[in-house]
């Protein structure tokens, strides 16, 4: 393969890439290059012979949803969104090997399959890392744009691709940083792909991450775009006053967290606690308080819609 090739598969629309490649940009996926792990797999540095830099994911085999689900996820939803505040893919790879092994004193013949999903690369990393770090926090402005293109990404997701897509796992560390602190929703692991006329689904198999599941998901399997406003209202919430939502095993739908916020970030309080800020900063601060705040209600009809919350934060900057 030649470096113009190599550099192609970098550059244009998600391709099937061999895992040869994926193994020689890796160094064989030296520790060394790792870039993160997550429940679905681990991310590692790929390094071109050019120089150019992608992410590569290696599917892990104890991953909440089956490797063949998570792939077929990412790559079919993932391929469709292309938009500035979603991460892109920018290539594949799905081999399968046959190997000889030992099972119950007997030789037989398997398929062992390599899976790897390839993105974009962004070196500044996951959104938790600014949020809550007293080095890395970063100021009033930056975090309002960032809640924006959070937004904006979702909008696209729910209300511009021909088919919505509910994300399914919004939450600081599935939102990755580009250039000048852009947002980007990554991880499409668990999204589920809706028909034109549906409004929600139900299912038996309820998967997620402790502490952001909306309530009628977690005790009901059921599936819609105001599952994902749920978790957005978590996310917001988080970005806005720099509490962090801390998991609980015994509190999924972060209910504590909720109450807590309820409780101490009253008008008042936000006014004594940011003197500083000029009014224009205040009045959006409070607002995107209130956004998230209306977007935990525990029924799923009473939360916002997208849309709804796109217009009201574009309304502050006018």
């Not at 409070?286 to 309304?315: F, T, W, Y």
């Given at each position: 393969m030649t470096t113009g090739t190599r550099s192609s598969l970098l550059s244009t629309l998600p391709k099937d890439i061999p895992a040869s490649f994926l193994k020689q940009i890796t160094n064989d996926f030296s520790p060394k290059l790792e870039l993160g792990k997550g429940a679905f797999g681990t991310v590692y540095q790929g390094i071109a012979e050019n120089g150019e830099m992608i992410a590569v994911k290696k599917l892990g085999e104890n991953s909440p949803v089956p490797n063949e689900r998570t792939f077929s996820n990412e790559v079919c939803n993932l391929m469709a969104a292309q938009h500035e505040n979603i991460v892109k893919l920018v290539g594949y790879c799905h081999e399968s090997q046959k190997k000889v092994v030992q099972h119950n004193g007997r030789y037989i013949i398997v398929d062992i399959a390599e899976v790897f999903l390839c993105y974009e690369y962004l070196p500044m990393g996951s959104l938790d890392k600014y949020l809550f770090g007293k080095s890395n926090r970063i100021d009033w402005d930056t975090r309002f744009r960032i809640v924006q293109g959070i937004c904006n990404g979702l909008h696209f997701l729910h209300k511009e691709m021909d088919q919505p897509v509910v994300h399914m796992d919004l939450k600081p560390e599935n939102i990755l940083l580009g250039d000048n602190m852009v947002p980007k929703i990554a991880?499409?692991?668990?999204?589920?792909?809706?028909?034109?006329?549906?409004?929600?689904?139900?299912?038996?198999?309820?998967?997620?991450?402790?502490?952001?599941?909306?309530?009628?998901?977690?005790?009901?399997?059921?599936?819609?775009?105001?599952?994902?406003?749920?978790?957005?209202?978590?996310?917001?919430?988080?970005?806005?006053?720099?509490?962090?939502?801390?998991?609980?095993?015994?509190?999924?739908?972060?209910?504590?967290?909720?109450?807590?916020?309820?409780?101490?970030?009253?008008?008042?309080?936000?006014?004594?606690?940011?003197?500083?800020?000029?009014?224009?900063?205040?009045?959006?601060?409070?607002?995107?308080?209130?956004?998230?705040?209306?977007?935990?209600?525990?029924?799923?009809?009473?939360?916002?819609?997208?849309?709804?919350?796109?217009?009201?934060?574009?309304?502050?900057?006018?």
């Open positions: 991880d499409f692991g668990l999204s589920r792909l809706f028909g034109q006329e549906q409004t929600r689904m139900n299912t038996q198999n309820v998967v997620g991450t402790v502490g952001y599941m909306a309530p009628e998901y977690l005790y009901r399997g059921e599936i819609s775009t105001q599952s994902d406003i749920y978790s957005l209202g978590l996310l917001i919430i988080q970005i806005s006053t720099g509490e962090k939502n801390i998991p609980n095993t015994e509190d999924k739908c972060g209910r504590k967290f909720i109450e807590k916020v309820q409780k101490s970030w009253t008008d008042g309080h936000i006014s004594s606690m940011y003197t500083s800020f000029d009014p224009d900063c205040l009045q959006q601060l409070k607002m995107c308080v209130e956004i998230g705040l209306q977007c935990v209600e525990h029924e799923r009809k009473m939360r916002p819609s997208i849309a709804d919350i796109v217009e009201k934060l574009n309304a502050m900057q006018e």
